[in-house]
């Protein structure tokens, strides 16, 4: 088994900037990819960005290149989402899913116009 726990969301107005982090515990040894989806209201789950746990390579969908990015720290078993210049759209409920097998509850993010 593999816990997530995503911290990091908030209000922010459009322009801004958030860092979402998600901390992984368990057997996290299991896990080569972790990624970030998001869903918002009325709409299906989908995905943000990506990141190997051996080589850091990254996948982003294309709504968010240049503005979001992925990273990760082994040592704390933590991935992080640098969110800059969001936008409304971007408002969501942002998970954190380690292999698209664990999931993390969820952190809201909301962007205001």
């Known amino acids: 088994q593999v816990q997530l726990v995503e911290s990091g969301g908030g209000l922010v107005q459009a322009g801004g900037s958030l860092r979402l982090s998600c901390a992984a515990s368990?057997?996290?040894?299991?896990?080569?990819?972790m990624g970030w989806f998001r869903q918002a209201p009325g709409k299906e789950r989908e995905f943000v960005a990506a990141i190997s746990w051996s080589d850091s390579t990254t996948n982003y969908a294309d709504s968010v290149k240049g503005r979001f990015t992925i990273s990760r720290d082994n040592a704390k078993k933590t991935v992080y989402l640098q969110m800059n210049s969001l936008r409304p759209e971007d408002t969501a409920v942002y998970y954190c899913?380690?292999?698209?097998?664990?999931w993390g509850q969820g952190t809201q993010v909301t962007v205001s116009s």
């Open positions: 899913a380690a292999a698209r097998v664990y």
């Open positions: 368990g057997r996290t040894f299991s896990i080569s990819v």
